[in-house]
């Protein structure tokens, strides 16, 4: 079945740890996001991807970063995580790099960090 | 100000009842607007869109803009169970070029 996968499903993670959470996408979408999820607060954006090899700023990117190496992945990197990233984290795609596309959300990673 | 707020909820009604559930946004010059229907521990999905004023059909569901006021609607008709989940809505903003805005979600259950 087409679509967005993430991993991992859950993860708990100590603080000042490494962490990549894993996107991938078969619909061969040119762009890609990452969002996080916190009660009250919604979907943020934390970094995009209008096409492969090119990344950009969302609205709450300090503390992680990306990479889009091709089409299909777009991982997303904790350096060193802290207690305040824990959130739900969704990856999404589009095929066009407009805001007036459609975007589809993977299943999302729940990260716990202590 | 929020640039798109939306109430929390939780909002609960019987089944077969209409559910009405708003947003608000700030800038006037907003004008395509999209609701992300989230169930449990899943991702969102687009619902429905519409654009500018007026209202957009699609089964027991209806969108609905009011421009004049800065409000949007989704209408559910004949709630099922099924529809129990996080509705969002959304807008790419003024600019095609901007990324989407979430509103933070309001969370419906339909009780049997």
């Known amino acids: 079945i087409a679509g967005i996968t993430q991993a991992p499903t859950s993860q708990i993670l100590a603080a000042g740890r490494r962490m990549t959470l894993r996107c991938t996408q078969d619909?061969?979408?040119?762009?890609m996001y990452w969002y996080r999820q916190d009660l009250g607060l919604g979907l943020r954006l934390i970094h995009y991807s209008n096409t492969a090899g090119t990344t950009g700023k969302g609205e709450v990117p300090d503390g992680y970063s990306v990479s889009r190496a091709n089409t299909d992945d777009f991982p997303l990197t904790l350096a060193s995580a802290v207690p305040s990233q824990t959130s739900v984290y969704f990856c999404a795609s589009s095929q066009g790099a407009t805001s007036y596309n459609e975007q589809f959300f993977g299943p999302g990673t729940r990260l716990t960090v202590l | 100000q929020k640039e798109v707020e939306q109430d929390p909820g939780p909002l609960s009604v019987p089944e077969g009842a209409i559910v009405s559930l708003n947003c608000t946004y700030s800038n006037s010059a907003f004008q395509y607007f999209m609701w992300y229907r989230q169930y449990s521990r899943k991702g969102p999905e687009l619902l429905m869109y519409t654009y500018s004023s007026g209202n957009k059909e699609d089964g027991r569901f209806t969108a609905q803009v009011d421009k004049s006021s800065k409000y949007i609607s989704l209408f559910i008709r004949d709630s099922q169970p099924s529809d129990s989940a996080t509705y969002l809505c959304?807008?790419?903003?003024?600019?095609?070029?901007?990324?989407?805005?979430f509103g933070s979600g309001t969370r419906l259950s339909i009780r049997p």
């Open positions: 959304a807008t790419p903003g003024y600019s095609s070029a901007s990324k989407i805005i």
């Open positions: 619909m061969r979408h040119n762009a």
